[in-house]
C-alpha cells in the first residue's frame, strides 16, 4: 500500500526560529541554575507551575501564532514547536498552561463568541487563565460518541449535568475552563455521532466539582470533573449546536500533534547519556545510537506535522499515526535505558538521573492511553490506508 496517503513535508527552519531557539535555551539554563524549576519526567502532564506558565507569557511564549489582537504574537507554528521542543528537552514545568496553549485556546480562537475570545484569550497568552479538557467520561474513553453529559435548552443557555474523567489540571491553581461534549440532543443509534456539540463551562460556576484522582506514584495531576446543573451562557456554544462531533476531531488533531508524543521523556536519556557516555562498550553504543535514530524519524514526522499546520491544514490521521509510533518508543526509551544503566544508578535514592528514571517508570504507562488508545489510533490509520 503507497504510503503517499500520509504526507509529513519536509521541513527547514527559518532563521527566526533558530536564533529564537539559542534565546530560549538561555532562558531554560538560567531558570535551572537559579532554581526556578527543577527538571521532570513528563513534565507537561506533571508539572504544575503557574509562576512559571507567567514567565513564559511574559516572554511571548505562549499563544504564539493567535492574533495580537487577543494577545497573541502571530508568530509561525515553527517558532512555537521550537518552544515547545526545548521545555520538553529541559524537562520544564509546563503542565498548567499546556492544554490552553496547545489546542483549547485555538480552538476558541476559531469557533468561540467574540465575548469568549475577548476575555479568555487574552489571559491565556499572558499565563494567567488555564484550560482542562472535557472529552472523556466514566465508561466513555475512545468511544467518545458515547457520552452521557447532557445539555438542556434553557433561557439564556444551557443547564449542564454528567461528569468528566482525566480533565488533566483541572484543580490547578488558575485553571478556569474547561472545553466539554456534551449531548444537547438525543443519541440515535445509527448516528451517535450527531447530536452533540462543545461548551466552554467556568470551573468556577455553581454546580462544578473537581476531585483530584491520585494516581501511581502519589501525585494528582487529572481529576474527575462533576457537573450539576451548571448553567453554560449561550455564548459559551463552541461553533454551532449539534456539530460538536467535528470540532472534537480538529481539537484531537491539535492534541496529538505535538512533539510531546515523544519527548516526554527525553529529559531522562539525555542525562543518561552524560553517564553512560564516560565509557560506553558495544551494547551502550547499539542501544543510544538506535534510541537517537528513533528519536530522530519521529522528529522528523512531527515537524512535517507543524509544517501542515502552518499551510492551515488539519493532519488528523498523521497525527494519529504520530502518535501510535511514538508512545510506544515512550515505553522502549526507559526499558532501555534500564538495560545499560548501572545498577548503582538504578538504585540511588539521589541525584537527578535515578529520580527522572523513578519518575519516567511510574508515567510512561499512561502514554498509551491518553489523547486516545493506540489501538483506536491504528483504527485511523488503517481506515485511511483504505484496508477497513
Known amino acids: 500500500m503507497s504510503s503517499s496517503r500520509f504526507r509529513f513535508p519536509r521541513v527547514t527552519m527559518p532563521d527566526a526560529a533558530r536564533a529564537l531557539r539559542q534565546e530560549v535555551r538561555e532562558f531554560l539554563a ?16 506533571s508539572g504544575f507551575s503557574a509562576e512559571f506558565s507567567r514567565k513564559l507569557g511574559q516572554r511571548g511564549w505562549l499563544g504564539m501564532t493567535w492574533p495580537r489582537q487577543y494577545g497573541g504574537h502571530e508568530r509561525s507554528f515553527l517558532e512555537r514547536y521550537v518552544v515547545t521542543e526545548e521545555m520538553l528537552a ?76 482525566w480533565s488533566t489540571g483541572a484543580h490547578g491553581e488558575g485553571c478556569d475552563y474547561m472545553i466539554s461534549l456534551v449531548r444537547t440532543a438525543p443519541a440515535d443509534e445509527k448516528a451517535r455521532h450527531q447530536g452533540l456539540s462543545q461548551l466552554i463551562i467556568d470551573l468556577k460556576a455553581p454546580g462544578v466539582t ?48 505535538g512533539p510531546e508524543r515523544f519527548l516526554s521523556s527525553f529529559i531522562a536519556l539525555r542525562e543518561a547519556m552524560q553517564v553512560l557516555a564516560a565509557n560506553p562498550d558495544d551494547r551502550t553504543r547499539e542501544v543510544l545510537g538506535h534510541l537517537v535514530a528513533r528519536i530522530k524519524t519521529l522528529r522528523r514526522m512531527s515537524l512535517g506535522i507543524a509544517g501542515l499546520l502552518q499551510e492551515g491544514k488539519s493532519p488528523e490521521t498523521e497525527a494519529a499515526l504520530v502518535k501510535d509510533m511514538a508512545t510506544r518508543f515512550e515505553r522502549e526509551l526507559i526499558e532501555q535505558l534500564r538495560v545499560v544503566l548501572p545498577e548503582a544508578v ?15 517508570i511510574l508515567r510512561v504507562p499512561s502514554s498509551t492511553l491518553r489523547g486516545g488508545t493506540n489501538e483506536v489510533l491504528k483504527g485511523m490509520i488503517v481506515r485511511q490506508l483504505g484496508l477497513r
Open 30 to 45: 538560567a531558570e535551572r541554575a537559579s532554581g526556578g524549576f527543577v527538571p521532570m519526567a513528563d513534565c507537561w502532564a
Open 90 to 165: 529541559a524537562g520544564a514545568p509546563v503542565m498548567a498552561h499546556w492544554i490552553a496553549d496547545r489546542q483549547s485556546g485555538t480552538q476558541m480562537l476559531r469557533h468561540a463568541s467574540a465575548e469568549v475570545k475577548n476575555r479568555a484569550l487574552p489571559r491565556m497568552a499572558a499565563g494567567q487563565t488555564f484550560c482542562a479538557i472535557g472529552m472523556s467520561e466514566p465508561n466513555t474513553g475512545s468511544d467518545l460518541a458515547s457520552v452521557r453529559t447532557r445539555a438542556d435548552k434553557v433561557a439564556g443557555g444551557w443547564k449542564v449535568n454528567g461528569r468528566k474523567i
Open 210 to 257: 473537581v476531585r483530584g484522582i491520585e494516581d501511581i506514584g502519589g501525585q494528582v495531576h487529572f481529576n474527575e470533573t462533576l457537573f450539576e446543573d451548571v448553567f453554560v451562557p449561550e455564548s459559551h456554544l463552541l461553533g454551532k449546536e449539534g456539530h460538536g462531533w467535528s470540532l472534537v476531531v480538529g481539537e484531537l488533531a491539535l492534541e496529538r500533534s
Open 346 to 360: 538504578l538504585l540511588s535514592s539521589s541525584g537527578v538521573l535515578p529520580r527522572l528514571m523513578r519518575e519516567a
